[in-house]
């Protein structure tokens, strides 16, 4: 009885090792041709240019809407392909070349949000790539603009100046540098910091900052040296510490001069 159990076995054992063979009809026959795909390609080509068309002319339309009724500066904005506040949603469209299927608009009341439809080909201008606008009563209020340290934001015309750039991308490279510091990345830190002076040469507590990190980072001289120009420019004989921020520049001011007394023992 055993015996032809096991040779029962043995035959579903290889039969389930056998190649399991699929029978398809084939694409192609000896002797079939391949059908010309030119009217197909041509057709396609006629319906992308058919499209981008309506594009263009979507863009057009927005543009000639925009420039109808804006103030001289708005215009000059949308000439320039520059978002600007006070501009419209239409105004917007124009100065950013795009149409409404860019963006993502929510309504709330007096209050509007656009945001980009899809991240991965967000509308920009030509300061940047835009992240959010914010419209009160139809007018753009504040905007952002997505950027390598973080997002910017434009809530006022001096925010949209050169300086005003300056000024917020320098912030955010402090607030980077702080953040690798808490990590204990004091390389990474330094790299932040150095291009933020550069932005602000003359703001004393970039340089404390950069002697901080040069202080751990055991390199006493030019430690030293950042400690003294923090001091320099704060010209200590103007501050008085009132009110909280001077009292912490004070705190600042203490521990630089204690730290050059114990670098300059060694």
């Not at 080909?121 to 835009?130: F, I």
């Not at 917020?168 to 402090?174: F, G, H, T, V, W």
Request: net charge neutral; hydrophobic share 45%.
């Amino acid at each position: 009885m055993k015996a032809p159990i096991l040779l029962l076995s043995g035959v579903l054992l290889l039969a389930a090792c056998a190649p399991k063979r699929i029978h398809e009809e084939p694409v192609l026959r000896n002797g079939d041709r391949v059908q010309p795909a030119d009217e197909v390609v041509e057709a396609a080509r006629v319906q992308t240019a058919r499209d981008n068309n309506e594009l263009v002319k979507a863009r057009d339309d927005a543009a000639a809407q925009a420039l109808a009724t804006c103030a001289p500066s708005v215009c000059s904005a949308i000439a320039r392909g520059e978002v600007a506040l006070g501009m419209t949603e239409a105004q917007v469209l124009a100065a950013t070349r795009t149409t409404d299927g860019a963006w993502s608009v929510r309504d709330a009341g007096a209050t509007s949000v656009m945001v980009p439809a899809s991240f991965t080909s967000a509308p920009r201008d030509v300061v940047g790539e835009l992240a959010m606008l914010q419209l009160s009563n139809g007018r753009v209020s504040s905007y952002s603009y997505r950027e390598a340290q973080g997002v910017r934001v434009v809530a006022n015309a001096s925010d949209a100046t050169t300086a005003g750039r300056a000024d917020a991308l320098a912030d955010m490279l402090l607030r980077e540098g702080d953040d690798l510091v808490a990590r204990g990345d004091f390389n990474g830190a330094l790299n932040r910091y150095d291009r933020a002076q550069v932005l602000r040469m003359n703001d004393p507590v970039v340089d404390y900052r950069i002697a901080t990190v040069l202080d751990k980072q055991l390199r006493p001289i030019e430690a030293q040296i950042r400690y003294r120009l923090f001091l320099h420019k704060l010209e200590l004989e103007k501050i008085g510490a009132v009110g909280a921020a001077n009292a912490q520049l004070a705190a600042a001011i203490a521990h630089a001069k204690e730290r050059l007394i114990i670098l300059e023992k060694r």
